[in-house]
T-cell receptor, first 114, second 115 residues
Framework: EPEVTQTPSHQVTQMGQEVILRCVPI?????FYWYRQILGQKVEFLVSFYNNEISEKSEIFDDQFSVERPDGSNFTLKIRSTKLEDSAMYFCASSLLAGGETQYFGPGTRLLVL | AQSVTQPDIHITVSEGASLELRCNYSYGATPYLFWYVQSPGQGLQLLLK??????LVQGIKGFEAEFKRSQSSFNLRKPSVHWSDAAEYFC?????????????FGRGTQLTVWP
C-alpha cells in the first residue's frame, strides 16, 4: 500500500539555524499539506500546496516558512531561522483531491530547537 | 470559527470493554468529519470519515462513529476494545465544498487499554 514518508524522523538544531524537512507524498496525489503538533497541543494546519503553488496558509506560516516541490516527488518545508517555539512534530500529508478527500499522513518529523 | 473539541484527554478501559470517544465541532455548515488514530512512531491513520448520507459510519478495526447534527457531535465507538487499540485518537473537520482541503483537529484522546 502506498504511503507518505518523511525524513528525518528526528532533528535537533540550534536556534537561528535553517532546517529542511522532507516528505515524499503518494505518487499520484495532487494536494500536499504540512501540519504541526506542539507537544500537548492540537495538530495545526500550516499550509496546503497544489499545482506548484501555495493554495492556503495559516497564520502560523509566516515569512520564516517556505515550501517547495523541487523535483516532482519530494515536498519540503523549510524553516529559515528556527525559534524555540518551532519545536514540534511536523506532519506531511497528501490527497488525490481536496474538499474532504482523505488526507494520508506521514509518520512525522520531531524537531527540537535548542 | 471552526473548532473541534475532544473533551477527554486520556481514557483508560479494560480489554473487552466498550469504548466511546467524544468529539464536538463548531462549524458554519455541515462539515466533513474524520477520525484518525496515531500509534507510537506512526503517522495518522484514517479510521473512518463522514461525508453525507447514513449518519452511522463504519470504519476499520471495528470502529464506528455517529454524526449527530443536533448535537454537533461525531463520537467514535467500539463495542469491544482490544489491547492493540491503545493509541491516540484525533477527530478532525474539513470544509464541505472547499477546494482547499484544510483540516481542523481536536487535541486528541489518549487511550490506554488494561489487560
Amino acid at each position: 500500500e502506498p504511503e507518505v514518508t518523511q525524513t528525518p524522523s528526528h532533528q535537533v538544531t540550534q536556534m537561528g539555524q535553517e532546517v529542511i524537512l522532507r516528505c515524499v507524498p503518494i505518487s499520484n496525489h495532487l494536494y500536499f499539506y504540512w501540519y504541526r503538533q506542539i507537544l500537548g497541543q492540537k495538530v495545526e494546519f500550516l499550509v496546503s500546496f497544489y499545482n506548484n503553488e501555495i493554495s492556503e496558509k495559516s497564520e502560523i506560516f509566516d515569512d520564516q516558512f517556505s515550501v517547495e516541490r523541487p523535483d516532482g516527488s519530494n515536498f519540503t518545508l523549510k524553516i529559515r531561522s528556527t525559534k524555540l517555539e518551532d519545536s514540534a512534530m511536523y506532519f506531511c500529508a497528501s490527497s488525490l483531491l481536496a474538499g474532504g478527500e482523505t488526507q494520508y499522513f506521514g509518520p512525522g518529523t520531531r524537531l527540537l530547537v535548542l | 470559527a471552526q473548532s473541534v473539541t475532544q473533551p477527554d484527554i486520556h481514557i483508560t478501559v479494560s480489554e473487552g470493554a466498550s469504548l466511546e470517544l467524544r468529539c464536538n465541532y463548531s462549524y458554519g455548515a455541515t462539515p466533513y468529519l474524520f477520525w484518525y488514530v496515531q500509534s507510537p512512531g506512526q503517522g495518522l491513520q484514517l479510521l473512518l470519515k463522514y461525508f453525507s448520507g447514513d449518519t452511522l459510519v463504519q470504519g476499520i478495526k471495528g470502529f464506528e462513529a455517529e454524526f449527530k447534527r443536533s448535537q454537533s457531535s461525531f463520537n467514535l465507538r467500539k463495542p469491544s476494545v482490544h489491547w492493540s487499540d491503545a493509541a491516540e485518537y484525533f477527530c478532525a473537520v474539513g470544509a464541505r465544498g472547499s477546494t482547499l482541503g484544510r483540516l481542523y483537529f481536536g487535541r486528541g484522546t489518549q487511550l490506554t487499554v488494561w489487560p
